[in-house]
Nanobody
C-alpha cells in the first residue's frame, strides 16, 4: 500500500515536499515514480528512481525545480518541489513498479501499484 501526502495550497514561487510511504513492500526492490494529473489533462510522469542503480530522471517541465529522493530506512520517497507555478496545480500520485526499465521510467503503464493522490494547488 502506498500513501502520498504533503500536498496543500501554496503561492507561486513557493515550495512543498511530498512524501510517499509504503507498507507491505520494500522500496529498494522497486522503481518509484511520481506522477500528476491536472484537471482536463492526461497523467504526466514527473520523476522516477530506478530500482537497479537508483538513477533519477525528470520531466523537462520540472527539471531543476523538483528533486526526488528516497529514505530506504523509512521506506519513504520524497518529491521536493521548489519554484512552484500555477501550472503545477494537480493531484500528485506515487507509484511503484517491479520491472520498470530506465527508458520507460516515467511511463505510468509500467507501474504496478498506485497510491492515493495528494492535491497541490499553486495560487497566482
Amino acid at each position: 500500500q502506498l500513501q502520498a501526502s504533503g500536498g496543500g495550497l501554496v503561492q507561486t514561487g513557493g515550495s512543498l515536499r511530498l512524501s510517499c510511504a509504503a507498507s507491505g513492500l520494500t522500496f529498494y526492490d522497486y522503481a518509484i515514480g511520481w506522477f500528476r494529473r491536472a484537471p482536463g489533462k492526461e497523467r504526466e510522469g514527473l520523476s522516477c528512481i530506478t530500482s537497479t542503480f537508483g538513477r533519477t530522471y525528470y520531466a523537462e517541465s520540472v527539471k531543476g525545480r523538483f528533486t526526488i529522493s528516497s529514505a530506504n530506512a523509512k521506506n519513504t520517497v520524497y518529491l521536493q518541489m521548489n519554484s512552484l507555478k500555477p501550472e503545477d496545480t494537480a493531484v500528485y500520485h506515487c507509484a511503484v513498479g517491479k520491472t520498470v526499465a530506465s527508458i520507460s521510467c516515467m511511463d505510468p503503464s509500467e507501474y504496478d501499484y498506485w497510491g492515493q493522490g495528494t492535491l497541490v494547488t499553486v495560487s497566482s
